[in-house]
Every structure is written in structure tokens, then in C-alpha cells.
């Protein structure tokens, strides 16, 4: 009788132990992350972890725009349609999504050359994004309050280009000078961009 209550009672520990560590597991990942603080000024930049991507972390002022859950979202579902559009060997574009910065401007950046338009053309004027390697990404955060009207759908196929090429991320875009960017690419980024903004994001 004494040795079932315990063994009842044993099991129960072991039950509730496990059932509880994954709760206090995912709390202590959440620790781990800190969240946008609205304490500091919004002339301070901060750094916040998007969540579900291993070491990605992104540039803010201010923690009203973009949160960086729907950053994290946005990313996921740009990886998945990447996947299945373009496909990922070895896992490129997965590892540097997993360790990418996202630095949000609250000004376009001058242009100082090397910009081109969609069809190859140099550009001058201001840019509302910029990839300046396969894993650092600078955006414009713009007036819209919306990821869908910010270049980041844009930059991150540049980012993919960059680290499935290993080379660069077709900074000419559909031009002829550098290979990768074609126009299902700049499908690909309306289609994403189309799906975010009706679902406000
Ligand atoms: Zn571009």
C-alpha cells in the first residue's frame, strides 16, 4: 500500500516536473531576449532580438514601429515562400537569416553611387533601404507605419542573393551586370508585400 502511494506519488513529480519545465523553459528564453525598452528616448537607438530566428536582432528607436515580432514574422514568412519558390541549398539563406541585423532608419540615406534601379540604371536621391552585406540590412522605417510600404521584403531578397551567391546581392536588380535578380524576384516581393498589407503589417 506504502510503496503504491509513493510510486503514485513519484510519478506525479515526474509528470508535473516535465510538464512544467517547457513552460519554464520558453519564460527563461523569453528572458533572455530583452524586449524593446519604452523607458529609453526615442533618440537612442536600441537593440531588440526578433524572436524565432537564432541571432537576429534589429536597430530601433522607439519601440512603437516595428515591433519586432512582426519582424520575425515577416522574415518566417519571406523564408518559407523563399523555400518553396527558389529553394535554400545548404541552408545559406537560413543561416543568415538566423544571424541578421536590421538596422531601421528614421531618414532615407543619400545615395553616394553604386544604386541602381529595378532595371539596372544607376540612381541618385535618397534610398529607403540598403543591404550592406548578406547578414546587415538598413531600412527606412518611412511615414506608413507598415513593414509592407518599408523596403524590407526588397533588401532581404537582396540578402538571399547575397548569401547564395556568396559574392554580392545583385545590387543592379533585373540589370545585365550581375547575376541573380530576375523578375519572378520582383514578383515575389509585390506578392509579399500585397499579403502583409492586408493583414495590416
Ligand atoms: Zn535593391
Known sequence: MKFS???????????????????AA??????????????????????????????????????????SERVGLVMDIFYKKWKLEFG????????ALNNLMIEWGDKPKPIVGGAFDVNGKPIEG??????????YIWVW???????AATALVHELVHAALWAQSGYHGDPDHEGGEFEGWTPK???????????LASLDI
Open 141 to 147: 522605417e518611412n511615414q506608413y507605419k507598415r513593414i
Open 5 to 23: 502511494v509513493l510510486v503514485t506519488a513519484l510519478l506525479c513529480t515526474i509528470v508535473f516536473s516535465g510538464s512544467q519545465h517547457r513552460p
Open 26 to 67: 520558453s519564460t527563461s528564453t523569453q528572458k533572455n531576449s530583452p524586449p524593446c525598452d519604452s523607458k529609453k528616448k526615442k533618440t537612442t537607438p536600441q537593440m531588440v532580438k526578433i524572436q524565432n530566428f537564432k541571432n537576429s536582432w534589429q536597430i530601433q528607436r522607439g519601440c512603437q514601429f516595428p515591433a
Open 185 to 195: 524576384h520582383t514578383k515575389f516581393i509585390r506578392e509579399i508585400n500585397v499579403l
Open 126 to 135: 535618397r534610398a529607403r533601404g540598403l543591404t550592406l552585406l548578406p547578414t
Open 88 to 95: 535554400d541549398l545548404d541552408n545559406k539563406i537560413l543561416k
